[in-house]
């Protein structure tokens, strides 16, 4: 944690020197499920990837026409799908995970293509366990069986007009387990999104 603390701290000092400095918000959806030697393949009977949404602000502060500093606060739904038994079962397991994640990407963007990547924390708010058979589901939360931190990296590209609007792609991944237990499993997360940069346009 120290080391993200230590980069945000450069980064306020850096930020006096930039050339410009904008704000914006940005609003997503994501395919994500644990990656690992724990991990079931991704077969009939397994572990495949559950829909969830990131949301949240930014800040592009340009020091070159080309090359910018982007850190963001998002609120990412990460987490994992799994079928319990034989194909055609009606037993789902699904374990949702809420985190707040700090990523501090560099970017790169030329002609309106920018390509963009760095390190990310993410927080652990919430986790949620689902399992559903037919039509009956119930919920237990387990915050506990996981880790609160979760370090990870994010590449992405995109494209951004003048005006500000931002259309992008990105894959979110996990460094460590996110369980507190010897499982190895990590977080493995793509991501599509819009966003919007005020006062780019002018």
Known sequence: MRKYFLAFL??????AQAQTVHFGLK?????????????????LIGTFRKF????????????TE???????LLYTVKGSKQILSSPGS??????????????????????????EAGPQIGLLLSAVETYEQGASSS???NKDLFRTADPGYVLGLGVQDTNGLL?????NGGFSRVYTQEVRARNS??????????????
């Open 27 to 43: 609003f997503g959806v994501g395919l994500s499920r644990f990656v690992g030697a724990d991990v079931p393949d991704n077969s």
């Open 10 to 15: 450069l980064l306020t000092g850096a930020t």
């Open 189 to 202: 997360d793509f991501q599509v999104y819009l966003g919007y940069l005020f006062g780019s346009g002018k």
């Open 90 to 115: 009606d037993q789902v397991l699904q374990q949702q995970l809420r985190y707040a994640d700090v990523p501090l990407l560099v970017k790169f963007k030329t002609h309106h293509v920018f390509v």
């Open 66 to 72: 080309h090359w910018s500093v982007q850190p963001e």
């Open 167 to 171: 259309l992008g792609v990105r894959y």
């Open 139 to 141: 919920d237990t939360a």
């Open 52 to 63: 969830g949404i990131n949301a949240g602000g930014l800040a592009e502060i340009s020091f």
